[in-house]
């Protein structure tokens, strides 16, 4: 049918009411008979092994029974060459050879009483197959002479060599393993590495080979690892030979020992104006003017393992007088930020007062450097990292340095934006949704935030979406609704609105059909009780029941209907409760 746009009409619908008869069939039941009288034929049961090894025994024995008691005789058809039947029991035995391999099929054992001679009872027809006796399972066997020790840092590697007699898959396993060495299971191997302080013996190892059955172990045995011979430790350095009076003295050598020991430190003719670490073998110190023009020799740097020792070669230092070098200090910043200035000014003196000039290395291509003030600035406009850069300070003979630097360019945070154009009126009893559009030039993740919202309805902090539905105890207007986004660090809002709730209008509507008088198989309807309208806001999908349990009501009004488009039907019932089908569907649109 055709839906239009109406309001205040009459809808008619017109409908058959089918009653479809219900048809019970009865089957009649099982009529039972009785035999007669007589003699019975005997039972026999029993499942036959179908399968012996050649060189094995086969026996089987059915069972049998009759009901009057009748001695019963046995019979074999297609019985093997090599068994032998007992028809008293109806046993089938015999022990085949390797000769008599094969399938012996359509063995059958019957089975008769004393007075039905002919009438024969059989077990069904079956198979026997004579096969190979399988092997018995032989133990694996394992050989190898493992070594018993091994020097600390050298590999140790050994494989033992294992066989099975019936060709199983080994698998190997260890007992008492050496924390330091590895074992593969797979074949058996043990291997590793032992450092010096695997030093020791290690007993009571086992290695088994398994097929699954049956083990086979080598003999118990042990491994010694061997501690190394102790070596001297390694020193290097070059030390300065002269120091100007008033400045820093430092030479800090290095020192290693490849057996790992721990090290001690000393020196022989330290000069007095400087300080020795025996932990770490540095030697330093400030002479004053009163050491300038001396010479300290003979000093001798050494360090030792415990065991050994090993010493630089004996150097001297000379006091001099002269220039001393300019001090420089500062701390600059290591980040800043694209589009905003970056400016570090380090401090500079010289003990002489001698004149100052400044130079940089690994300046950023976006700052610029003051060689009369050492200071640098700039302004970045891209992101990056910059590093190793180094401020110096000189006095013509002597420099002084910072130590180096990175600066780290961050882009500088842009505000998110969110666009929308919220609806600014609601009616009630219709839901309201608005979700604006928000973005972030930075990527930087969102949320969302609402000012004065209508008390009727719920808001997300995650997408912005502002949702509900007002009822007629909403009915007013909420101003100065504010909807706003955060990346975390800035914020943007829309402007301003407000939400008018507005009372809707309902709408009413008038069904009416012409009563059924037959059932579908043309009898006449007699018991008709009533009529039954559905109707909803989705076609066929029914929310809302109207009874009417009147036959004489052929219309009804519906009425207090929201806005939307409303679809309905009618079905009639009767007094047992049986129901027609659906009419057709018939829809109105309420404005």
Do not use: C
């Amino acid at each position: 049918m055709t839906h239009r746009r109406f309001r205040n009409h009459t809808v008619r619908i017109t409908f058959a009411l089918t009653v479809v008869p219900l048809l019970v069939t009865m089957a009649p039941a099982h009529a039972g008979r009785v035999k007669g009288g007589g003699n019975t034929l005997p039972q026999i049961s029993g499942t036959p092994a179908t399968t012996v090894e050649a060189g094995g025994t086969y026996s089987f024995r059915p069972s049998a029974s009759d009901a009057e008691g009748d001695t019963l005789r046995f019979r074999v058809g297609a019985k093997p060459a090599w068994a032998v039947f007992d028809s008293v029991t109806g046993t089938l035995s015999g022990r085949p050879g390797s000769a008599d391999l094969g399938t012996y099929q359509g063995v059958t054992i019957s089975v008769t009483d004393s007075r039905k001679g002919n009438n024969w009872v059989s077990l069904p027809a079956y198979t026997i197959s004579v096969v190979a006796p399988v092997a018995a399972n032989l133990p694996p066997r394992i050989t190898g002479t493992p070594p018993t020790s091994v020097p600390a840092g050298n590999p140790y590697d050994f494989r033992p060599s294992a066989s099975d007699p019936n060709g199983d898959p080994l698998s190997f396993r260890i007992s008492n393993k050496p924390a330091w060495a590895n074992f593969n299971a797979s074949n058996g191997e043990l291997s590793g590495l032992p450092g010096a302080g695997d030093a020791g013996v290690y007993s009571s190892i086992v290695i088994e080979a398994s097929d699954g059955s049956t083990t086979a172990a080598l003999p118990t045995f042990s491994i010694a690892v061997e501690a190394p011979a102790n070596r001297a430790p390694l020193v290097t350095g070059t030390p300065a030979t002269s120091v100007i009076a008033g400045q820093s003295y430092a030479f800090q050598p290095a020192a290693s020992d490849p057996d790992g020991d721990t090290l001690t430190w000393s020196v022989a003719n330290a000069p007095a104006w400087a300080t020795f670490s025996t932990a770490t073998g540095r030697l330093s110190g400030t002479p004053d003017a009163t050491y300038a023009g001396l010479t300290f020799g003979g000093i001798t740097v050494s360090v030792s393992d415990g065991q050994a020792a090993t010493s630089l070669a004996p150097f001297s230092i000379t006091v001099q007088t002269g220039n001393r070098a300019p001090v420089i200090g500062g701390t600059p910043a290591t980040t800043a930020s694209t589009g905003q200035a970056y400016a570090f000014q380090p401090t500079g003196s010289d003990p002489d007062g001698d004149t100052l000039t400044w130079s940089v290395a690994n300046l950023p291509s976006w700052a610029q450097f003051s060689s009369s003030t050492g200071r640098i600035s700039g302004t970045p406009s891209t992101a990056g990292t910059f590093g190793g850069i180094t401020v110096s300070v000189s006095d013509g003979r002597l420099s002084s340095t910072l130590a180096a630097f990175t600066i780290s360019v961050q882009s500088a945070n842009r505000a998110p934006t969110i666009t929308g154009n919220p609806p600014t009126s609601a009616t009630t009893g219709q839901p309201y949704s608005f979700r604006p559009s928000a973005s972030d030039a930075d990527g930087d993740p969102l949320t969302y935030s609402i000012a004065n919202k209508p008390a009727w309805a719920s808001f997300s902090t995650t997408n912005g979406q502002l949702t509900g539905t007002p009822s007629s105890t909403d009915v007013g207007t909420t101003s100065n609704v504010v909807i706003s986004v955060s990346d975390g660090k800035a914020s943007a809002n829309l402007p301003a609105f407000s939400v008018a709730v507005l009372q809707a209008t309902n709408g009413s509507v008038t069904l009416s059909w012409t009563p059924p008088t037959t059932n579908s198989d043309g009898t006449p309807l007699v018991d008709l009780a009533g009529y039954r309208i559905v109707y909803g806001q989705t076609s066929r999908q029914y929310s809302a029941v109207l009874d009417i349990p009147a036959t004489s009501v052929t219309s009804a009004m519906i009425e207090n209907l929201v806005p939307a488009t409303w679809y309905f039907a009618v079905k009639a019932y009767t007094r047992t409760g049986v129901e027609s089908d659906l009419s057709n569907e018939a829809s109105k649109t309420i404005l």
